[in-house]
């Protein structure tokens, strides 16, 4: 059983620019998380989706939004990247009846 | 005071040594308890997952989890070097909206 996916797995923008990150759930799992880590740091919640409805979201600016599609996929956006949007992306699903969250290898964003 | 506090380390201890990893809380409502390992550049992997207090065994790997104290520990036997990695701890409340992991402890196993 493939584990969770995401794309792409590096990506460098500049400042100012708009990036858009995507990710596929283990198959079954209907809801998907993401979170941000800065190197030496744990990662930080950003959203979580579940059945395409926003169910969660953390302490970050409007610059960040998501959406689920049906097929219960994730995209990730980050609009007018700054210095500190540098990190690595994580995308986690997780299945309804189950708390613990399965991770994918991420996306890592720099923004020069 | 943040939700969740783990010694950053860095750890090192030689192979076959006895590892102790430990997080504590602030949030008693916490009810779930979960260490994940995360090798250099790749996404967290989950460990051992806990609910509420006691102890969980897997292989090499022991769970403990102390609510009364706020307290969590990973415990790792015969430690070897293909476990150097950072540990993170992560826990979530009952209907696990409100899911924190904690800063993580780099291991490093000497051979």
């Known amino acids: 059983d493939a584990g969770v996916t995401q794309s792409p797995t590096h990506l460098i923008k500049t400042r100012g620019q708009q990036v858009t990150l995507r990710c596929s759930p283990i198959?079954?799992?209907?809801?998907v998380s993401w979170y941000q880590q800065v190197l030496g740091q744990g990662p930080q919640f950003i959203f979580q989706?579940?059945?395409?409805?926003?169910?969660g979201r953390g302490n970050f600016p409007d610059r960040f939004s998501a959406r689920q599609f049906p097929n219960y996929s994730s995209e990730l956006n980050v609009n007018a990247l700054l210095l500190g949007d540098s990190a690595l992306y994580l995308c986690?699903?997780?299945?309804?009846?189950?708390?613990?969250?399965?991770f994918g290898p991420g996306t890592r964003l720099t923004v020069l | 005071q943040k939700e969740v506090e783990q010694d950053p380390g860095p750890l090192s201890v030689p192979e076959g040594a006895i590892v102790s990893l430990n997080c504590t809380y602030s949030?008693?409502?916490?009810?779930?308890f979960m260490w994940y390992r995360q090798y250099s550049r790749k996404g967290p992997e989950l460990l051992m997952y806990?609910?509420?207090?006691g102890n969980k065994e897997d292989g090499r790997f022991t769970a403990q989890v102390d609510k009364s104290s706020k307290y969590i520990s990973l415990f790792i036997r015969d430690s070897q070097p293909s476990d150097s990695a950072t540990y993170l701890c992560?826990?979530?409340?009952?209907?696990?909206?409100?899911?924190?992991f904690g800063p993580g402890t780099r291991l490093s196993v000497l051979p």
């Open positions: 986690a699903s997780s299945s309804r009846d189950r708390i613990e969250r399965f």
């Open positions: 198959s079954g799992h209907k809801s």
């Open positions: 989706y579940y059945e395409k409805e926003e169910r």
């Open positions: 949030n008693s409502a916490f009810q779930y």
């Open positions: 806990t609910y509420s207090s």
């Open positions: 992560a826990m979530a409340n009952l209907y696990g909206q409100n899911f924190v």
